[in-house]
């Protein structure tokens, strides 16, 4: 094996209090490179309290700007870099705004495509920030034409071929899951009551408050001991939690805010389902971290989620904003323990399909015969 040398860069890193699934998916992947002797410089924003430098699963990671000025510093910071290390290939994740490394390198260049925004960025923030980000996007078939890309899901190569790059360019590389980590156990049962989770970022276009009025119809109609858990921090919480007030959903509504491994792990293997309804993933690791601990899923039948559900086997797929259906699923979950059993099965036995091993192996496999000058 040829140990090579690679520079990822992406907005954030594991550690940073925005980051997600995205970068779950690059530190499970690269991490495992490196821990196979490849040497991984990890280029990332800044944020409160963090060192400039560390090392964080055996990847060498370098802050340099912030939430805002990422997207600015970057393309200077590359250059820099660059001239004065030896690296066989630049890693470009497009996840936030791109940062247009094939603009500014002058190694070869793999795209990792998580999922672009589109249009959902003006229900995510106001202008102008909305248009600059739209607008940033639209230079991506330009810019990455001739790049080899790495995505999540048939949703983003679908969604990136729309948009104008090649389809023989793109190639699928499915995310993985730690069937150790997540995983039912004996020692931690379901919950007595009925109890739903909705884990992840919470932001505007997620749509929480889809589920949290559901959640409380079915609340009030037939089933007034039912519980949502909403774990998890953004930029929505507060505007939600008042969603919450305002419509008299307290009572079957409960916020955790940001979760440990541990709690998190915790709610997945005591939730009866989890929900989501996002009108766009890239894929929803969430939802595959909660399958594998046997937890169905109820989720819109939307890009990337599509994909991480199987309809009827694993969970259930719903029209995206389509209330009554949402409404009607919930029910059906909380109403048939048979069913629920059955689901819970499928979603264990649909999670095991996926491994971070496998992943990360396809993916040095792309790193090769990018650095060899081809696509496969």
């Known amino acids: 094996m040829t140990a090579r040398h690679i520079?990822?860069?992406?907005?954030n890193d594991r550690r940073n209090p925005y980051g997600g699934g995205a970068e779950i998916h690059l530190h499970e992947l690269f991490g495992r490179l490196a821990r196979a002797g490849h040497r991984v410089t990890y280029l990332c924003s800044g944020f409160a309290g963090a060192p400039r430098e560390e090392m964080l699963d055996d990847m060498h990671v370098l802050r340099v700007g912030g939430r805002y000025t990422f997207n600015f510093v970057a393309p200077g910071a590359m250059k820099h870099w660059l001239r004065q290390n030896p690296c066989d290939l630049v890693v470009d994740a497009l996840n936030k705004i791109p940062v247009y490394a094939p603009l500014y390198v002058d190694r070869p260049v793999l795209g990792i495509g998580h999922?672009?925004?589109?249009?959902?960025?003006?229900?995510?923030?106001?202008p102008p920030l909305s248009l600059y980000v739209f607008a940033t996007e639209l230079a991506v078939p330009y810019v990455y034409r001739n790049v080899p890309m790495a995505v999540i899901s048939e949703s983003t190569r679908d969604d990136f071929v729309r948009r104008g790059l090649p389809r023989e360019h793109i190639r699928v590389i499915y995310v993985g899951v730690d069937s150790d980590q997540y995983s039912p156990s004996s020692a931690v049962p379901r919950a007595e009551a009925p109890l739903l989770l909705a884990l992840g970022r919470v932001r505007k276009y997620k749509r929480l408050d889809l589920v949290v009025d559901a959640v409380a119809a079915v609340g009030r109609s037939n089933v007034p001991d039912v519980k949502l858990v909403i774990a998890g921090e953004g930029n929505y919480l507060a505007a939600l939690?008042?969603?919450?007030?305002?419509?008299?959903?307290?009572?079957?509504?409960?916020?955790r805010g940001r979760v440990s491994e541990e709690e998190k792990v915790e709610l997945y293997r005591r939730a009866w389902a989890m929900i989501m309804t996002s009108p766009k993933e890239g894929w929803g690791l969430t939802c595959l971290e909660a399958q594998a601990c046997g937890?169905?899923?109820?989720?819109?039948?939307?890009?990337?989620?599509?994909?991480?559900?199987?309809?009827?086997?694993s969970g259930i797929l719903v029209a995206h904003g389509d209330r009554i259906a949402l409404r009607r699923a919930i029910d059906r979950v909380l109403s048939d323990a048979a069913l629920r059993a059955r689901?819970?099965?499928g979603a264990l036995a649909f999670a095991r399909t996926f491994s971070w091993t496998r992943a990360a192996e396809e993916t040095m496999e792309l790193?090769?015969?990018?650095?060899?000058?081809?696509v496969q």
């Open 7 to 11: 520079l990822l860069v992406n907005w």
């Open 115 to 126: 999922h672009l925004f589109g249009t959902t960025i003006f229900r995510e923030v106001p």
């Open 295 to 313: 937890t169905p899923v109820i989720a819109s039948d939307s890009p990337g989620l599509r994909e991480a559900v199987c309809d009827d086997e």
């Open 241 to 255: 939690e008042r969603h919450v007030a305002r419509t008299g959903a307290k009572p079957y509504v409960e916020f």
């Open 367 to 374: 790193v090769e015969a990018t650095i060899a000058g081809g």
């Open 343 to 345: 689901l819970g099965a």
